[in-house]
Structure formats: C-alpha cells, structure tokens
C-alpha cells in the first residue's frame, strides 16, 4: 500500500474523502483489534459508521510505514460521548481500515 497523494491531501481534503467513502458500510473493513476495543468500550457499530461519515480530523495523521498507509483520527460527539476512531487510508485501496476506537477523555 502506498499514501503518497493521501501525504499531500489536506486534513480537510483526507477527511472529507473518509467521509464520502463511508457513506458506503462495504467500503469500511473494522479489524479484530477495532472490535474488541468497541466491545470493551461499549462503542457499537454506529457510533463508528456515525465518527466516519460526520466526524473531523483533529490530530495530524501519521504514517505507518510497515502497512504503507497513513492513520488519521477522527473524532465526533456521538451517543452521548465524545468518541474516536483511527482509520487507515491508501492511495491503491478504496477501503476504509477501522484500526482502533475509543473514547476521548477516558
């Protein structure tokens, strides 16, 4: 995977292309360590879908060289708490990777 033309998107530009490609539930993939953590944190699956597809990049993304993808934190007030969820994006790959979620300021 690369992220060469993700690196020279704006936040707002990478957060408005996670947002469009959320609109689509096929396109988002939740790793097992993403549902755990919902499971743990009593986060259901709309919550997630809800961050994604309304939610905003706060933080800089950042790089993970060993799976070639840049990480951006989204984060949105949703279900009565403030909640976040970190997703991969690609240039090669259409899909939106949950890669954890939590609650913020817990």
Same mark, same amino acid.
């Given at each position: 995977?690369?992220?060469?033309?993700?690196?020279?998107?704006?936040?707002?530009?990478?957060?408005?292309?996670?947002?469009?490609?959320?609109?689509?539930? #096929?396109f988002?993939?939740?790793?097992q360590?993403?549902?755990?953590?919902?499971?743990?944190r009593?986060?259901?699956?709309?919550?997630?879908?809800?961050? !994604?597809?309304?939610?905003?990049?706060?933080?800089?993304?950042?790089?993970?060289?060993?799976?070639?993808? !840049? #990480?951006?934190?989204?984060?949105?007030?949703?279900?009565?708490?403030?909640?976040?969820?970190?997703?991969?994006?690609?240039?090669?790959?259409?899909? !939106? !990777?949950?890669?954890?979620?939590?609650?913020?300021?817990?």
């Amino acid at each position: 995977m690369g992220y060469d033309r993700c690196l020279r998107r704006t936040n707002t530009q990478n957060q408005k292309h996670i947002r469009a490609v959320a609109v689509r539930t #096929e396109f988002i993939v939740i790793t097992q360590h993403a549902k755990l953590q919902m499971r743990k944190r009593g986060i259901g699956i709309n919550e997630v879908y809800d961050v !994604l597809r309304c939610g905003s990049i706060v933080r800089q993304p950042e790089t993970n060289l060993g799976k070639g993808s !840049l #990480e951006c934190r989204m984060e949105r007030y949703v279900g009565g708490r403030d909640c976040a969820v970190v997703v991969a994006i690609s240039d090669e790959y259409p899909e !939106l !990777l949950v890669v954890t979620v939590m609650e913020i300021g817990n």
